[in-house]
């Protein structure tokens, strides 16, 4: 399974960026997705995830402002973030739980990353 993430970008403090993250690959199903962050000197953490019967989760930090959904037939996630603040500055991770359709093995998996930098 890959993850291909998009979106990230350079914008000022109040403004949206959206985030994609498709997965591509044969033989699994999505059990959830999710963004996680990580910005200079700190650890990963959750940002926002979905499952696929459609609950979500998000950070303190981010609720009212970002917006996590899903695409399921293209097996896309989408972060939607608005009203940006410079501590929202990181590089976002895609991850997917994934059940392997043949074994039924659950792995976790990442995209490679996109950084987002909000001015102040």
Do not use: H
């Not at 037939?73 to 972060?79: E, I, R």
């Not at 939607?80 to 500055?89: A, C, G, R, V």
């Not at 043949?102 to 976790?108: C, F, N």
């Amino acid at each position: 399974v890959q993850l291909q993430a998009s979106g990230g970008g350079l914008v000022q403090a109040g403004g949206s960026l959206r985030l994609s993250c498709a997965a591509s690959g044969s033989r699994f199903s999505i059990v959830a997705m999710g963004w996680y962050r990580q910005a200079p000197g700190n650890q990963r953490e959750l940002v926002a995830t979905t499952t696929s019967g459609g609950s979500t989760n998000y950070a303190d930090s981010v609720k009212g402002r970002f917006t996590i959904s899903r695409e399921n037939a293209k097996d896309t996630v989408y972060l939607q973030m608005n009203s940006l603040k410079p501590e929202d500055t990181a590089v976002y991770y895609c991850s997917a739980l994934v059940e392997d359709s043949t074994t039924r093995a659950e792995y976790v998996y990442w995209g490679q990353g996109t950084q987002v930098t909000v001015s102040s």
